[in-house]
């Protein structure tokens, strides 16, 4: 079971991102525990500036934008 | 950002070599569209039942060549800047900052600002980011700053609409406004006026991002993106513009622009500055009434001072920044970059 972090301030790309790695995730029969965190401090915190970001089991893999699907499923695989 | 939800694998199977086919084909195309905005307005205006040299008529035949023409630079010009900036990003921007302490560090932030690519609506964890990384708060405010201020889309489109002589101004003064209200903060101390949490965090951990290799097929499709994404913002900021400068442009009596905007009005710029501040619009709305003030006689520095405190100073990025600032450095921060607005008004209301 990998544990996913969305961050970002809940802006339209955030959700899409969320709604990709579970969607990533249901193809690729793996269990996630996608959490959304949107509050400044702990968005910061993580060490992202750029929203949305990704962090898949504590590891920051990702800010700025929509991740690449190839690459989530990477992320998710690894 | 608040981009349209979009299906993530829309250009799955377009080969690479349809990218590097297709953007120089749109290219043209939209080059030869250009061309063609006059006879375009001048035949969709001859379908209203008005006369053309009615104020109607103006208003009419202003609108139907602003549109498609603001819709065809902001395309050109967003791919563009979309491409340039994925070789930029916050994280970098910030590496290169945290290194310089010294004074260049301020035309390097508003710099940087210019081609980074960011939204307002990570500009709090970009700016607890940067501070927290060790780069002083004037450097960071410069960066803040420049960023909406000279925008390559309100450059584009003040090329494009009014030409260049006062894009160039603009620029040069823009980065200026940037550079030195950022160095005065930075002199004032005002670290005390942060959040107490952001304070705190300052000696918080830095994240670090291995840097995902793009291929120039992902650049030209970054570039795509962001025009899909802005183009589907702000179409609707671009119509209201555009129908406030028609309205100008047909029903405002030169006397009256004169009286109210014109350089012997010394309040007027003080006075711009006023309404411009809570407008909230963006470049891209705003530029078309620009174009209608200044055909009308508009003082320079009028204008000017209106443009730049409706693109800089935004009441909804203001209350973003609340999280991180007091009120006592909101204020600041909006009474600093005023000054620099009204002086640079003053100065070509005085010149010209």
């Known amino acids: ?78 | 950002m608040t981009a349209e939800t979009q299906d993530p694998t829309h250009d799955r199977g377009v080969p690479d070599w349809a990218w590097y086919a297709g953007v120089p084909v749109v290219g043209v195309v939209l080059y030869l569209l250009y061309g063609q905005l006059i006879p375009f307005s001048e035949w969709v205006t001859g379908l209203f039942p008005v006369a053309r040299d009615s104020h109607t008529g103006q208003a009419i035949a202003f609108f139907f060549y602003d549109v498609p023409k603001v819709l065809l630079l902001l395309t050109g010009i967003v791919f563009v800047t979309g491409v340039l900036r994925s070789w930029f990003s916050p994280e970098k921007t910030r590496a290169i900052l945290a290194g310089k302490r010294q004074i260049w560090g301020y035309p390097l932030a508003a710099l940087l600002g210019v081609f980074t690519p960011f939204c307002s609506c990570s500009s709090v964890p970009l700016f607890i980011g940067f501070v927290s990384a060790g780069i002083p708060l004037g450097v960071t405010f410069s960066f803040l700053i420049a960023g909406p201020m000279v925008g390559p889309v309100g450059l584009g489109l003040l090329y494009g609409l009014v030409g260049w002589k006062i894009a160039t101004i603009y620029l040069v003064f823009g980065f200026t406004i940037a550079t030195v209200s950022g160095y005065v903060m930075g002199k004032m101390g005002l670290e005390r006026y942060l959040q107490d949490w952001v304070r705190e965090m300052n000696a918080g951990p830095v994240g670090d991002l291995l840097e995902e290799r793009m291929t120039l097929v992902d650049r030209l499709k970054v570039g795509w993106e962001q025009v899909r994404e802005i183009l589907g913002k702000v179409w609707v900021w671009v119509l209201v513009g555009i129908g406030i400068g028609a309205a100008i442009h047909g029903y405002v009596p030169e006397a009256m622009m004169l009286k109210i905007m014109g350089g012997e009005a010394w309040w007027s710029v003080p006075a711009a500055v006023v309404v411009g501040v809570p407008m909230y619009t963006n470049a891209a709305g705003v530029i078309p009434i620009v174009e209608a003030l200044l055909g009308k006689g508009a003082a320079l520095g009028t204008t000017l001072a209106f443009m730049m405190s409706v693109i800089a100073l935004s009441l909804p990025e203001m209350v973003i920044l609340k999280q991180v600032l007091t009120y006592r450095l909101i204020a600041i921060f909006i009474a600093v970059v005023s000054l620099g607005i009204l002086a640079t008004g003053f100065l070509f209301n005085f010149l010209l």
């Open chain 1, 1 to 78: 079971m990998k544990t996913v972090k969305v961050y970002g301030p809940g802006c339209k790309r955030c959700e899409a991102t969320e709604a990709m790695v579970k969607q990533a995730a249901s193809k690729l029969g793996i269990e996630v525990a996608v959490e959304k965190v949107t509050d400044a401090k702990s968005i910061a915190m993580a060490g992202v500036m750029s929203t949305p970001g990704l962090s898949v089991d504590g590891k920051l893999v990702h800010a700025g934008g929509l991740p690449d699907e190839t690459k989530l499923e990477g992320w998710l695989t690894a």
